[in-house]
């Protein structure tokens, strides 16, 4: 479970606070001669003895949310109108949209994840909530949600309800264990 929450942590960190990346590359030195300093323009034909080094550098992203913003900004403005919108009207739909669906589907799954989680948690429960796919083990009527638990109002048929309560772990372990027969 804490590897859960660590790694959730850290996706929602790259989203809205940005990521360190690791960024490789060579660098070149050359040792240049004395004739060489005196002759040589020191251009890529200089024959001076030289060495690679390869370094690593850590850089800091702006957040991935910030970044898709930007593309979808850079995409409406257009680098050919110098920061303007463009106003020409055979131009195509503005925006990079691939970058706004992708922004519409984070909020949409982290909102529907969020309030899944109340729910199960009794924060946003609505008071008579029937839930569809359980029945009551001891009667087999319908449940509700009521003060985050689950409640027995018993069947269509009139029959009186039991009254019995659940949890929502309880709830979870018998959807579990149906799904795994």
Not at 40 to 53: D, G, I, L, V
Not at 86 to 108: C, W, Y
Not at 116 to 126: E, F, H, K, N, S
């Amino acid at each position: 479970m804490p590897r859960d929450l660590e790694r959730i942590q850290s996706l929602a960190d790259e989203l809205t606070r940005g990521f360190d990346e690791r960024v490789e590359y060579d660098l070149r030195f050359v040792d240049h001669t004395p004739e060489c300093a005196e002759h040589c323009p020191r251009s890529a034909m200089c024959q001076c003895p030289s060495t690679t080094e390869r370094r690593i550098k850590t850089v800091h992203r702006a957040p991935l949310i910030e970044q898709l913003q930007e593309a979808i900004a850079e995409q409406s403005t257009g680098p050919d109108t110098g920061g303007r919108s463009s106003t020409r009207v055979d131009s195509g739909a503005p925006g990079n949209l691939d970058a706004l669906d992708l922004i519409q589907e984070i909020k949409r799954e982290l909102s529907s994840a969020v309030r899944r989680a109340r729910q199960i948690l009794g924060y946003d429960v609505p008071p008579s909530s029937v839930i569809r796919g359980v029945v009551c083990g001891a009667c087999e009527g319908a449940l509700r949600l009521h003060n985050g638990r689950a409640v027995c109002i018993g069947r269509i048929d009139e029959t009186p309800p039991c009254g019995t309560e659940y949890t929502w772990q309880q709830i979870e372990d018998y959807l579990n264990a149906s799904r795994n027969q």
